[in-house]
T-cell receptor, first 114, second 113 residues
Framework: AQSVSQHNHHVILSEAASLELGCNYS??????LFWYVQYPGQHLQLLLK??????LVKGIKGFEAEFIKSKFSFNLRKPSVQWSDTAEYFC????????????FGTGTRLTVIP | NAGVTQTPKFRILKIGQSMTLQCTQD?????MYWYRQDPGMGLKLIYY???????DKGEVPNGYNVSRSTTEDFPLRLELAAPSQTSVYFC????????????FGPGTRLTVT
């Protein structure tokens, strides 16, 4: 079955630590990939997206992600996290076929300790 | 642009009651979606619409109904509320098909007791 997996459920880091959140998808066809962030009490906001071209994409607030097709992965990274990055992070994929609906991972909660 | 707006923000329902969650977007988007978010489960698609008058089921449609009479509005109806429908509900919209991102509303937190 088609799915998006996020294996880190809760990550706790100190400020200035580096971050990498894993995301794997199981589709064989063409996909678009997204990372969304949900700050406490707020709605989902787009961090970055990959449609085509350079597999290293840069998003807002210093985040970046790398699409590795051979590994079916789209991991999110940030060199130095801040307390304000405390949030829940969702990876999502949309297939080129069908109704183009988004499939979400289960999310990773990031807690940054000052 | 207000983007995607949802009302109400919070609601408590008793088992068996019904209600409508409202969703409106002012971006003239064709595609609209309803998701529910349960703790540790990510977002699951309930229903979606690719244009006025066209709706279809997502992953978890049971217990819900939708309609899409205008481009702007996409209400979600809960008939005979059950505790299993306690969740946070998000509405989203996007301009087109594959190569477009979705924009999310602020959510409605629903508790059924």
């Amino acid at each position: 079955a088609q799915s998006v997996s996020q294996h880190n459920h809760h990550v706790i880091l100190s400020e200035a630590a580096s971050l990498e959140l894993g995301c794997n998808y199981s589709y064989g066809g063409t996909v678009n990939l997204f990372w969304y962030v949900q700050y406490p009490g707020q709605h989902l906001q787009l961090l970055l997206k990959y449609f085509s071209g350079d597999p290293l994409v840069k998003g807002i607030k210093g985040f970046e992600a790398e699409f590795i097709k051979s590994k079916f992965s789209f991991n999110l990274r940030k060199p130095s996290v801040q307390w304000s990055d405390t949030a829940e992070y969702f990876c999502a994929a949309v297939l080129q076929t069908g109704a183009n609906n988004l499939f979400f991972g289960t999310g990773t909660r990031l807690t940054v300790i000052p | 642009n207000a983007g995607v707006t949802q009302t109400p923000k919070f609601r408590i329902l008793k088992i068996g009651q019904s209600m409508t969650l409202q969703c409106t977007q002012d971006m003239n988007h064709n595609y609209m979606y309803w998701y529910r978010q349960d703790p540790g489960m990510g977002l699951k698609l309930i229903y979606y619409s690719v244009g006025a008058g066209i709706t279809d089921k997502g992953e978890v449609p049971n217990g819900y109904n939708v309609s899409r009479s205008t481009t702007e509005d996409f209400p979600l109806r809960l008939e005979l509320a059950a505790p299993s429908q306690t969740s946070v509900y998000f509405c989203a919209s996007k301009e087109g098909g594959f190569s477009y991102e979705q924009y999310f509303g602020p959510g409605t937190r629903l508790t059924v007791t």
